[in-house]
């Protein structure tokens, strides 16, 4: 037969127990700055954003005649082929003569003529048959029958298209056979001795914010990785009627393996106007939908993060304009945004300044 413990032996017993298994247990640690996140901030920069320009042009000798002969006709001989060196002088394009001097010969015969009408009727002046008049009527033709003659000869001189200087020929227009009109191009020259440009076609809400001597950054497939300085030599100041566009020619400086007209270019435009703006590195961001954004700012106690939403504007360079949201000197956080959450412990890992040079906290 079991004994029974007396009441109140029984519950000291149960007392004990319980706290011998309390006493088993681990007691609950409080949390310590080595479980909170590390993060690396910087305060709001205020900086100019270059709100660059960008576009793709065609290279091209600056200096770029478009010949022609000074008479119409039918093309007799072409020597020029697309991207060949010709020199100054060198014989490009004649027409062929027979029109050409049959015009020459009828003013030459014309010039004659009335040369020797004039010394009839001045001899016969003299003699008291033919009056002043008269002698003044022939005057005059045989002035205009040898003005007519210079003319054509002049004319004739300029069925001939020679080259105005050393260059490379950029177009042909026409093919030997061909009937051209007076003043039609027949053969575009291009010379490297006014440098060379890169023509390119700007909207007018781009082509406003252009001004000449810009600079300008300039690559080439043909130079892979390679940036050509550049700057804003000329600007149209009318649109294109076909396209609605306006030519903006950027002046380029040559490469030591030399420049072939025709290569394709990428330009990009540093406007010289702008002002100074609030800025965030693009890192900062989180969920940006169009001109809207989430960042997170280290808050006044300096352990947590605050999750704001500001306004963005343009981006350049991985900086971002603020427009509004964001108080002038906050504390921003750059790095390991995306993992955090609106008032969550942090760990300040690192500080850089507004241009970017961090220092060790």
Request: proline share 5%.
């Amino acid at each position: 037969m079991k004994r029974r413990l007396p009441p109140s032996l029984a519950t000291a017993s149960l007392l004990l127990a319980l706290l011998l298994a309390a006493c088993g247990k681990p007691a609950p640690t409080a949390p310590t700055s080595a479980a909170a996140r590390p993060v690396h901030v910087a305060p709001v920069g205020i900086d100019t954003l270059a709100d660059s320009v960008h576009a793709v042009g065609v290279l091209t000798p600056k200096s770029e005649v478009r010949l022609s002969f000074k008479v119409g006709g039918v093309i007799d001989v072409l020597r020029a082929e697309e991207g060949a060196h010709v020199h100054t002088g060198q014989l490009l394009a004649v027409l062929k003569q027979a029109e050409i001097g049959a015009a020459v010969e009828q003013a030459r015969q014309g010039a004659i003529k009335a040369a020797r009408d004039m010394a009839r009727v001045k001899s016969l002046q003299a003699d008291g048959v033919a009056t002043m008049e008269q002698l003044e009527d022939a005057t005059t033709a045989a002035a205009v029958s040898a003005a007519a003659l210079q003319a054509a000869e002049f004319n004739a001189r300029y069925t001939r298209i020679l080259a105005p200087g050393d260059g490379v020929v950029l177009r042909k227009l026409a093919e030997v056979g061909e009937m051209v009109q007076s003043g039609q191009p027949i053969v575009v020259v291009g010379g490297a001795q006014r440098g060379w440009i890169v023509r390119i076609a700007l909207a007018d809400r781009d082509v406003v914010r252009v001004h000449h001597g810009d600079p300008a950054r300039v690559s080439f497939d043909a130079w892979p990785g390679r940036l050509f300085a550049g700057k804003v030599a000329n600007i149209s100041s009318s649109a294109d009627p076909a396209t609605g566009t306006f030519v903006v020619e950027v002046a380029v400086t040559p490469s030591e393996a030399g420049f072939v007209q025709g290569l394709i270019a990428k330009v990009t435009l540093n406007p010289s106007t702008g002002a100074a703006t609030a800025v965030v590195p693009v890192q900062a961001l989180v969920e940006a939908s169009d001109n809207e954004a989430s960042v997170f700012v280290l808050a006044a106690d300096g352990r947590t993060v605050r999750r704001l939403s500001i306004r963005i504007g343009r981006m350049s360079d991985g900086a971002v304009e603020v427009l509004g949201g964001l108080a002038p000197g906050a504390l921003l956080v750059i790095d390991g945004s995306a993992f955090l959450e609106d008032g969550q412990v942090v760990r300040v890992a690192t500080r850089a300044t507004a241009t970017g040079a961090r220092t060790r906290t």
